[in-house]
Nanobody
Framework: VQLQASGGGLVQAGASLRISCAAS????????MGWFRRAPGKEREFVAG????????AYADAVKGRFAISRDNDKNTVYLQMNSLKIEDTAIYYC????????????????????WGQGTLVTVSS
């Protein structure tokens, strides 16, 4: 499965943006999905995750209450709605597939994820 992230761009602080991640060459219907980001000079970090059936969702503390993850299994697409963006949200955002089959809970462990997309750049200006 190949993942293609899109929808990034340059926005002002306080704005909203929705990024998407579409799968091709297969599906992730039975897998949890995760969004991660890598800010300049920092390690890749977990942002949000959603279980295969959307019943479990988890967010990093830094984005809780501002970001919302969702998925459409019919479209093989996962979304990340980002509201009230801050300058510190500037990063390359990546999506990835949890390699576990129908894992009931979301994991934030990067090592559990694979099929990383190429990322989409989100830049938040003041």
């Amino acid at each position: 499965v190949q993942l293609q992230a899109s929808g990034g761009g340059l926005v002002q602080a306080g704005a909203s943006l929705r990024i998407s991640c579409a799968a091709s060459g297969g599906t992730f219907t039975n897998n949890a999905m995760g969004w991660f980001r890598r800010a300049p000079g920092k390690e890749r970090e977990f942002v949000a995750g959603i279980s295969w059936n959307s019943r479990n969702i988890a967010y990093a503390d830094a984005v809780k209450g501002r970001f919302a993850i969702s998925r459409d299994n019919d479209k093989n697409t996962v979304y990340l709605q980002m509201n009230s963006l801050k300058i510190e949200d500037t990063a390359i955002y990546y999506c990835a597939i949890d390699q576990g089959h129908r894992r009931p809970r979301v994991t934030a462990n990067l090592k559990e994820f694979g099929s990383w997309g190429q990322g989409t750049l989100v830049t938040v200006s003041s």
